[in-house]
């Protein structure tokens, strides 16, 4: 994974030789989730919150599914003053937190392992790259968890799931602000009947 969030701020994989120039921050990341730091959404997920800029001086963010916590790092290192990362598994936790604590990240974040239900809003920025079945599930929490001129950030779904998506987002009043998509090549045709992967930020 290497990966450009602004002109002197990178990402990259703990195997990916770069250095970094002169005044040049450099994060160093180790990746183990259902989407790492190098899958299709991930980027997707981390050029919409480039396009949307640095965090206000009050933006609280969360990062759902946080994994090794590249999104929620990526945000705290864009300037958002309180990050949270959340995830059902204990070493996707640890993950985030040992990637805070070693890129000196940690007093901007805090991780938490559980879900949704634990947790209480309101965030400014919701960030969640998750699989379609989760991202349908989680369409009323996320609602819950926005702030009222909140944000959402969402992959991991294909352009053919996105009928059936959209329409739970838009009857709780959101709207489609920004849709990237990126092509991931396979050998045969995946269940989704499609290549596709999309990102969607959506506004209220």
Not at 167 to 193: C, F, I, V
Request: net charge positive; charged share 20%; glycine share 8%.
């Amino acid at each position: 994974m290497f990966y450009r969030l602004s002109p002197s701020l990178v990402m990259r994989s703990p195997w990916y030789p770069y250095l970094g120039r002169p005044g040049e921050r450099v994060l160093i990341l180790k990746t183990s989730s259902v989407f790492p730091a190098g899958h299709p959404t991930s980027r997707l997920c981390l050029d919409l919150l480039k396009e949307t800029g640095a965090p206000g001086p009050q933006a609280r963010l969360l990062d759902m599914g946080c994994g090794s916590g590249v999104l929620m790092l990526a945000g705290a290192a864009l300037g958002a003053p309180f990050c949270l990362g959340a995830d059902l598994l204990r070493p996707a936790a640890r993950t985030s937190l040992d990637n805070a604590r070693q890129n000196g990240l940690a007093e901007a974040v805090q991780v938490v392992q559980g879900s949704t239900e634990c947790l209480k809003g309101a965030f400014e920025l919701i960030l969640a790259n998750l699989p379609w079945a989760v991202q349908m599930a989680k369409v009323t929490e996320f609602s819950r968890l926005a702030a009222p001129d909140g944000a959402l950030i969402l992959s991991g779904f294909k352009d053919t799931q996105e009928p059936e998506l959209w329409p739970l987002y838009q009857a709780r009043g959101w709207s489609l602000s920004r849709r990237l998509t990126r092509d991931e090549w396979a050998p045969e045709l995946p269940p989704e009947k499609s290549f596709t992967w999309v990102a969607w930020l959506l506004n209220r």
